[in-house]
């Protein structure tokens, strides 16, 4: 039977407690005499009523161990190791009956056996409170290791909820009456000894034996004592970390001789972060800053217990880690180093191994925590404490220095190795924390490299390469393009080349993924302007880098290969309104590749935009900036001969814009003037108020406004004579571009030319000279462009024209760039026949007004002379004229005005009878040109006799000019 079989150890265990310490004594106890309570052993030692001979219930058994308890102190073992058996026996009727409803076991037998719980839970209560220092060690024990037991053994137990659920356990068990009275009565014995050691000894002995499935009694006590545990839980696990050596060791690994109740220590501490995981951090700071400031034995082990703990719960390290950094300052780092200086050597090693480990591992203020190594071990400029602070020690210094050079190399290990791994593995690859934590701070870790600070830019240099090869390919990426936005001169910029050197030799595609990145942000309106113009700044500097060894070539060379495909999104920055942005693009584009053979949407909006920066930077005067955007202009027309007469065209059409022709010392027409009056909403009234407040109209209706027309504004200011240095000087920049984008060449020269020989002007390509013509005639006189119209009228056809003919002369004579277009495209023979109306409208208004002229000399009207000078010299370098008739301009400053009438009608009547026509000219193709052969128009003479005339008349001023007019 099972008390026969009982009956030999609880006849042991009463001996045994014969020799217990006689404070160990029970409360009072009704009077028994002594052959009663001898009756009472021998009924509880085999089971058996003494006087009827029968076995007893459960019930009166556990009652007889009960009376024991009470009466004789020595049987407390023994009777409560009986009434395990009871707890037992309960627990297993109640799990019974809520798998199969009330039916099994019987109601009366459960009630029975939680009658007799209860009488216990008061019988061991009693004790508790009357003599808490002799009985709650060992009731404590008692119950909790029996709770451990039985979570334990029906955790398998259908019903019983899985050890992860950890609500539904406690539920399940606290509903129970024998698990509950044990965690009652445990509750009392752990607040009757106010949290004493031995209540949570028991505690973490139990944890670690019956663990995950005791789980639940340490959430609910520590949601009970959540002060009093973790303080007491703490202090246990330290006082048996000392006692074991303080072996500071890496969990699960071989030869692992950690403490036994470091594990139970941090899965307590475990359950109870979530809820009081300040009160963990507090008192885990405590403790450490308590071993500091005394100089005790017992807390000599403290530091390396927390690094335990921080290495075997990650969560502990998170919470902590954070603010043990910010309470790190000089005094208390020097404190540290004096406490843990006179550690050996291998001490040493092992802890700053184990700090390395937690580093890497450590997510929560993983940025603030490698400032703090990084500013200790070599103090930044900015930040370097003022004479009178207390500075770290120096040995605090090398310390952290050492540390900041192991971590590398321990981050270069996990990276590397990590990405071995996952290639021969099918696991994804293992995470590492703290370069996890550092991508969101990747900005300020390039910041802080470019402040090139003696080897602090060495380390976190090194780092952007570990970081962007661990975070690849988006990271590399970003850490490429925000160094590229924020690098400040070519030091600074030294380091991109490097960095690249560093993640091309493990990434492939690295520049296409960065320039695309950089792209993304600028469409997203997310990146400040100056960083986008100091990238654009950037690339250009590294495309013109030169030699050097690997690094800065090698990225120039594949920058340049994949520059060419962003020709659309960086041709669309020169239209951003920022003006530095504008500028460093266009830098960008005038020193990189542009594709083989663009598509012609993309190109023509390249050269449109180049166009347009070309003239807002003309506008602006800057010199350098204007070397680039004439460069880039030149650059994008000579990509195609559709691109070359797309850029000749948007460079005539903006030339000749309103608000570009003052560069070119123009003026705006009346008309526009007028426009521009009104907007700014001019009262005449007030003005003409002013100007005749002392003229008195009242005796009549007639009034004389003289500072306007009602309606239009103020009458538009003269054109006053301004310096012509500046105009000039643009005019000739805007001329050598365009002749650039004409694929302009000089003439072949002769063999043996004469002594007196002439400047020949540059020879235009036809095509881009058509072009430009085409985009004069657009310019001036819209209502004739096409070009159809080549045939020379009679002069008395101009009656019809007469003013659209003033309109083109007035728009000559508001922009003086226009003579020099004529010029240009004279230069590509045969393209001034496609001028013919242009040059109709000036030849007419010219001849009208020095047929009117009554002024004794033609230097009385000094823009009508140079126009008829200018306009008769582009048709006789145009093949247009003669050369005889061509140079008639040169005999017109000494004529009168109706002289130059004369001449400029016989070069009418000449072109009437020779229209200008394309199909005159013969192209030479061993000179590339094209040529008119004046003989197969007929005898020129005809159109002389005027001209010979004047020079008979004039024969004392132009004698030395008659060797130039004969035929």
């Known amino acids: 039977m099972r008390s026969a079989a009982a009956a030999a150890p609880a006849a042991a265990a009463i001996m045994s407690g014969l020799c217990d310490p006689p404070g160990a004594t029970s409360p009072p106890r009704p009077p028994l005499s002594a052959s009663e309570l001898s009756q009472e052993v021998k009924s509880f030692l085999s089971g058996l009523d003494p006087v009827q001979g029968t076995a007893l219930s459960p019930k009166a058994h556990a009652r007889c161990a009960l009376l024991l308890l009470r009466c004789l102190p020595p049987a407390r073992h023994a009777a409560l190791d009986h009434l395990r058996s009871l707890f037992d026996e309960h627990v297993c009727a109640h799990l019974l009956q809520r798998e199969s409803g009330a039916a099994h076991p019987g109601p009366a037998a459960l009630g029975a056996l939680e009658e007799v719980v209860q009488e216990v839970q008061r019988v061991l209560s009693e004790f508790i409170r009357l003599n808490p220092k002799s009985w709650a060690p060992l009731v404590s024990a008692w119950s909790i290791d029996l709770m451990g037991q039985l979570s334990s053994k029906y955790a398998g137990r259908h019903g019983v909820p899985h050890p992860s659920n950890l609500n539904e356990l406690l539920q399940l068990w606290m509903a129970c009456g024998s698990t509950r009275t044990l965690m009652e009565i445990y509750s009392l014995c752990l607040a009757a000894m106010s949290g004493g050691d031995a209540c949570v000894d028991a505690l973490l002995d139990t944890s670690l034996q019956h663990s995950p499935h005791f789980d639940w ?117 020097n404190q540290l180093h004096q406490s843990l200086a006179p550690l050996p050597r291998e001490d040493l090693d092992n802890m700053v191994t184990i700090l390395v480990h937690l580093i890497a591992q450590t997510a929560a203020g993983a940025y603030r925590t490698l400032q703090f190594l990084v500013n200790t071990a070599i103090p930044a400029s900015v930040i370097t404490p003022p004479g009178g602070s207390l500075a770290p020690h120096e040995g605090v210094r090398d310390a952290c220095d050492r540390l900041v050079h192991l971590l590398l190399l321990h981050l270069q290990k996990l990276v590397y190795h990590r990405g071995a791994a996952s290639l021969s593995d099918a696991a994804p690859p293992r995470a590492v924390p703290f370069l996890d934590s550092l991508q969101a701070h990747l900005r300020e870790l390039c910041a802080e490299t470019l402040r090139l600070e003696r080897k602090r830019f060495l380390w976190q240099h090194r780092l952007l390469g570990l970081l962007g090869v661990y975070s690849a390919p988006f990271g590399a990426a970003d850490a490429l393009v925000l160094l590229l936005r924020l690098a400040r001169g070519e030091n600074e910029l030294a380091l991109v080349p490097q960095l690249f050197a560093v993640l091309s030799a493990s990434l492939t ?459």
Not at 785 to 802: C, F, K, M, N, S
Not at 825 to 851: E, F, I, K, N, Q
Request: aromatic share 6%; glycine share 8%.
């Open 217 to 333: 009694v340490v959430a609910h006590i520590g949601s009970s004592f959540p002060a009093t545990i973790i303080n007491r839980v703490l202090a246990c696990g330290l006082k048996d970390f000392g006692a074991h050596g303080e072996n500071l060791q890496f969990p699960g690994g071989a030869g692992d001789k950690r403490v036994p109740k470091i594990a139970s220590v941090v899965g307590i501490l475990g359950h109870l972060a979530a809820r009081h995981g300040g009160s963990i951090k507090q008192e885990l700071l405590r403790m450490f800053h308590e071993s500091l400031a005394r100089e005790q034995p017992q807390h000599k082990a403290t530091v390396p217990f927390l690094l335990q703990l921080a290495v075997m719960s990650p969560p502990l390290l998170g919470a902590v880690s954070s603010e043990l950094v910010d309470s790190l300052q000089p005094a208390v780092l």
């Open 509 to 967: 595609g690295l520049l296409p993924a960065a320039l695309a990145a950089c792209v993304r942000h600028v469409h997203a309106g997310t990146l400040p302007p100056p960083e986008i113009a100091q990238f654009c700044r950037n690339l250009a500097l590294i495309l013109q880098w030169e030699g050097g060894e690997g690094g800065a070539a090698a990225m120039g060379a594949q920058l340049a290969a994949a520059l060419p495909q962003f020709l659309p999104d960086l041709a669309q920055l020169l239209l951003h309104r920022d003006a530095e942005v504008a500028e460093a693009a266009c830098h960008l584009l005038s020193v990189c590749p542009f594709p083989r053979v663009p598509p012609p949407a993309h190109l023509s909006a390249a050269v449109r935009a180049a166009v347009r920066q070309f003239f807002r930077v003309l506008r602006q005067k800057n010199a350098a900036n204007l070397c680039h955007s004439a460069r880039l202009v030149a650059r994008l027309s000579a990509v195609s001969p559709a691109a070359g007469k797309a850029a000749v065209q948007q460079l005539v059409e903006g030339a000749l814009r309103r608000q570009n022709a003052p560069v070119f010392g123009g003026f705006c027409d009346d008309d526009d003037a007028e426009r521009d009056a009104t907007a700014r909403h001019v009262s005449l009234l007030e003005i003409n108020q002013r100007f005749t407040a002392t003229v008195n109209f009242t005796g009549g209706v007639w009034a004389v406004f003289h500072a306007g027309v009602i309606g239009r504004g103020l009458k538009s200011p003269a054109p006053g004579e301004e310096t012509l240095e500046e105009p000039a000087q643009n005019l000739q920049i805007f001329l050598t571009l365009l002749l650039r984008c004409c694929g302009a060449r000089a003439p072949t020269p002769p063999i043996n030319p004469p002594l007196n020989s002439h400047y020949s002007p540059p020879i235009v390509n036809p095509d881009a000279a058509k072009a430009v013509a085409a985009a004069l005639v657009e310019a001036v006189c819209p209502e004739a462009a096409g070009g159809g119209d080549l045939i020379w009228p009679p002069e008395d056809q101009t009656r019809a024209t007469v003013e659209r003919d003033l309109r083109i002369c007035r728009r000559f004579r508001q922009n003086p760039l226009l003579f020099p277009l004529l010029r240009v495209v004279a230069a590509g023979r045969p393209a001034l026949c496609y001028c013919s109306v242009l040059l109709r409208g000036l030849l007419a208004a010219l001849m009208a007004h020095w047929d009117a002229c009554r002024q004794p000399s033609t230097t009385s009207s000094p823009w009508q002379l140079g126009a008829s000078c200018a306009v008769v010299a582009a048709m006789a370098e145009g093949s247009l004229l003669p050369p005889v008739l061509g140079n008639v301009h040169e005999v017109f400053p000494h004529l009168a005005p109706f002289e130059v009438h004369l001449l400029l009608l016989s070069v009418w009547d000449y072109l009437r009878d020779n229209h200008p026509l394309p199909q005159k000219f013969t192209f030479l193709p061993e000179k590339g040109v094209f040529v008119r052969d004046f003989a197969r128009d007929g005898e020129v003479g005809k159109h002389l006799g005027v001209l010979h005339s004047v020079l008979h008349k004039n024969i004392h001023k132009l004698g030395r000019l008659a060797g130039r007019f004969r035929p």
